[in-house]
């Protein structure tokens, strides 16, 4: 499903993967460019983590500013209304501290969106890939690959902006510009937020990376999250223990490149 198109003049930012880590999310609403943006763009996995009311609140906050996009875990945070139980235990955990309107809420978002955006003309944003909300596409995967998941968009469509693998790039491919803002809340290679501005203030595309206190953060979450695991979960993601290489060793088959030829 895919928003509306609507313009927007002023600089998009696009926050993705923000996993409910509150404390992330407030320091980069605080930059400049984040309050002069005309739009926000939120590219799904927002609440599943340690502080999902607190963050959903934050974020509601922001009213007709914020164009809401669902990922994978959102997706899967609401299918608990019927029964289902997301894999991972943190999710699973996020869900249950939601109201039903809530998840209904979660449910309800689209899989896509497009804006028009002074300088790139219309962007479509989305959550893995335009087509599926898990697929994996990365920075050095084949161009076979990018042609597979770029199938269908739009030929007005010269930019697309994705999230999910919490990485940050930028890639021109297939005639179109490609690029992942990263993710707020869970940052592989160094702590901090990663997020993206598009359009007015910072050229065309700009990936920006926000500094803030983790030690802290990681302190207010043990505190101020029920979940038993938030410290340790906080710990392995706040403070950013994992790499972007071996992130990518790990996403990296997803791609098919280990089946690819040549692979």
Do not use: K
Request: glycine share 12%; hydrophobic share 40%; proline share 8%.
């Amino acid at each position: 499903m895919d928003a509306s198109p609507t313009s927007t003049g002023a600089g998009v930012a696009v926050l993705s993967d923000i996993h409910a880590v509150l404390p992330a999310l407030e320091a980069v609403l605080d930059e400049p460019d984040v309050r002069a943006a005309g739009r926000i763009v939120l590219t799904g996995d927002l609440l599943a983590g340690p502080l999902p009311r607190q963050t959903l609140a934050r974020l509601r906050a922001l009213g007709d500013r914020a164009v809401w996009i669902s990922g994978n875990a959102d997706r899967e945070m609401a299918a608990t209304r019927t029964g289902a139980v997301p894999g991972d235990p943190m999710d699973a955990w996020a869900a249950g501290r939601l109201g039903p309107d809530e998840l209904d809420f979660l449910g309800s978002l689209p899989a896509t969106a497009t804006l028009e955006v002074a300088g790139l003309g219309p962007v479509l944003f989305c959550h893995a890939t335009p087509r599926d909300d898990t697929e994996i596409a990365l920075v050095d995967s084949r161009p076979e690959r990018w042609a597979e998941v770029l199938e269908g968009v739009p030929d007005a469509v010269r930019t697309v902006v994705c999230g999910h693998t919490h990485m940050p790039f930028v890639r021109f491919t297939h005639g179109r510009l490609v690029v992942n803002p990263g993710s707020v809340g869970m940052p592989y290679g160094r702590p901090g937020a990663h997020w993206a501005l598009l359009g007015p203030g910072g050229g065309a595309v700009t990936l920006r990376h926000t500094a803030f206190d983790h030690e802290a953060a990681c302190a207010r979450i043990a505190r101020e999250s029920d979940s038993p695991s938030a410290a340790a979960w906080a710990d392995t993601y706040v403070r950013a223990r994992c790499s972007a290489e071996e992130a990518l060793a790990t996403f990296g088959p997803g791609d098919g490149r280990d089946t690819a030829p040549g692979g």
